[in-house]
């Protein structure tokens, strides 16, 4: 009984703080320029439509008591809110409005808005049908018993394999050492986007990324042991800190760390319980635990893109990156730039609203034929950028509006369908998430199915999100096969050949076509 009591005030004094703000954030829209009003009381009108629309499942859940943080649901819900509701409320609030330089800013935010609304309807359908939870049921699942010894030659395979790649990189790289210092601060000079542009030099980074998924299986396996010796713990840092650094090294973006931690997050938090799915309850617990999540992921979104964007460590070092700010607006424009992808569906509308120019699905066919290699196909036609939105795009976001943004998973639907596209991809993407939480409530204490449900949510759906289907499947994929590919080799039940030939065989044709691309 008081525990439903203290869950009602806690529900009215958030209650209240909303109200609070709402009318602080409409008395700012009054004090604008009254041209405007309508289209900004419209679109204030369907910021707060939206945002009462996300929260509704969430909200429910934790009134039954059936809330899991790490639900595929919850976590497209947390996204979207940064994405269509902060990041527009804080170009308004702010005056950070990097939408300024488009034809009609506040009618073409207002339509952004009512196809976020629409979206995210069309995604609620999907997921909440049967059909998700009855394809969850009819997909394969993986052996939970491993093998120790497999896992130990895995992982120190994987590593011998990690510090090969990195010495032929830093040996044919410029500078050398001082190269790799200068490649790890995304020096201009050092441009990571070089690696994709017909070297070799992609594949042998790429490499690096095996080890931190060789980590992540061993981490869960030794959850499961409860009292670790002052050694073992040592032993687990260090891998820990060399998993980091690959993870670094193999792309420069803050998803590959993101990856790294909170997949070992949802492992710890998934096979610690292993009587069920642990749901979080509407308490004091509760509110700490979220408070922990959501400071230690601003912090590190925070400090890599400050290194990243304006490269930090030519002046300060460390924890000094946090107080280099020269105002609260700069930190909570650099929280909110991850999220900017608003900006680039935007843009999108009013280019291929005005041109016409719609794919009707050839971006998603030139996604296979920009896998075939230069080597192979010679005159492979320079247009198929097009597969990727974020590419195509990314330049006119920048010379039009001063930064670079994704221009999400709702502007590559609307660019190749227009609206109705919107529509169904949402309505898939939802079915998609659904049966992927399925599939985990089905096998949750398999440490094979965690791992891959992580990666599903951290890179299938944010990164899909974000970034739109090339970006999300690609990385998705380049993460699942030799992660499948090593579960298998590494299961007690599986004395096949045919695992062990795959797990030498994959990271050897990477490391190959790395040298023929460079040295051939």
């Given amino acids: 009984m008081q525990s439903k009591v203290w869950q009602n005030h806690i529900l009215l004094v958030l209650f209240i703080f909303l109200v609070i703000g709402l009318v602080l954030l409409s008395d700012k829209l009054v004090n604008m320029d009254s041209a405007t009003h309508p289209l900004i009381y419209s679109l204030f009108f369907n910021l707060s439509i939206l945002s009462i629309i996300l929260f509704i499942p969430p909200v429910y859940q934790l009134w039954k008591g059936k809330f899991d943080l790490f639900e595929s649901i919850n976590v497209f819900i947390i996204i979207y809110f940064f994405m269509f509701v902060l990041f527009p ?8 409005n990097w939408y300024r330089r488009t034809t009609n800013y506040y009618s073409s935010l207002n339509l952004t808005t009512i196809y976020a609304i629409a979206g995210v309807i069309f995604f609620y359908i999907g997921y909440f049908l049967r059909l998700g939870k009855r ?10 018993s491993w093998s120790k010894k497999k896992l130990n030659t895995m992982v120190i395979a994987y590593f011998l394999m990690s510090c090969l790649a990195l010495f032929v990189f830093i040996t044919n790289l410029k500078g050398g050492l001082s190269g790799l210092k200068l490649y790890l601060m995304n020096d201009e000079s050092y441009n990571r986007w070089y690696m994709f542009h ?12 095996f080890f931190p998924i060789a980590y992540l299986l061993w981490y869960s396996n030794t959850l499961e042991k409860i009292n670790k010796t002052i050694l073992e713990k040592t032993f687990s840092i260090c891998l820990f800190c060399f998993a980091l650094f690959c993870s670094v090294a193999s792309s420069l973006a803050r998803g590959s760390v993101l990856l790294l931690v909170l997949t070992m997050a949802v492992q710890h938090h998934y096979l610690k319980s292993r009587d069920g799915i642990r749901y979080v309850k509407w308490n004091k617990g509760f509110l700490k635990y979220f408070g922990y999540a959501f400071i230690g992921t601003i912090l590190v979104i925070n400090f890599m893109t400050f290194a990243a964007r304006y490269r930090i460590y030519y002046s300060v070092k460390g924890l000094e990156a946090f107080t280099s700010f020269e105002s609260s607006e700069d930190f909570i424009g650099m929280t909110l730039s991850p999220f900017a992808s608003s900006s680039g569906f935007l843009l999108v509308l009013e280019d291929v609203s005005r041109t016409k120019d719609y794919q009707w699905g050839k971006t998603y066919l030139n996604l296979f034929l920009m896998q075939i290699p230069r080597l192979v196909w010679r005159r492979k036609p320079r247009d198929l950028i097009k597969a990727a939105p974020h590419e195509y795009f990314s330049r006119k976001i920048l010379r039009r509006m001063g930064v670079t943004a994704t221009p999400t998973l709702l502007a590559e639907l609307y660019w190749n369908f227009s609206w109705p596209g919107i529509l169904i991809g949402c309505f898939l993407f939802g079915l998609f998430c659904r049966s992927a939480y399925e599939f985990l409530k089905a096998n949750h204490t398999n440490k094979a199915v965690i791992m891959i449900y992580s990666a599903i949510i951290w890179v299938g759906i944010i990164k899909t999100l974000r970034g739109g289907f090339y970006g999300g499947i690609g990385n998705l994929t380049r993460f699942l096969i030799p992660a499948i590919i090593a579960i298998e080799f590494i299961s007690v039940n599986k004395k096949s050949r045919f695992w062990t030939i795959l797990i030498i065989a994959l990271p050897l044709l990477i490391f190959s076509l790395g040298f023929i691309l460079n040295f051939v």
């Fill in 89 to 96: 409320l804080y170009g308004i609030w702010l005056g950070r």
């Fill in 198 to 209: 017909g070297t070799g030099w992609g594949y042998f980074v790429r490499l690096m990324l």
């Fill in 135 to 144: 394809i969850a049921h009819i997909l394969p699942s993986f052996a939970d």
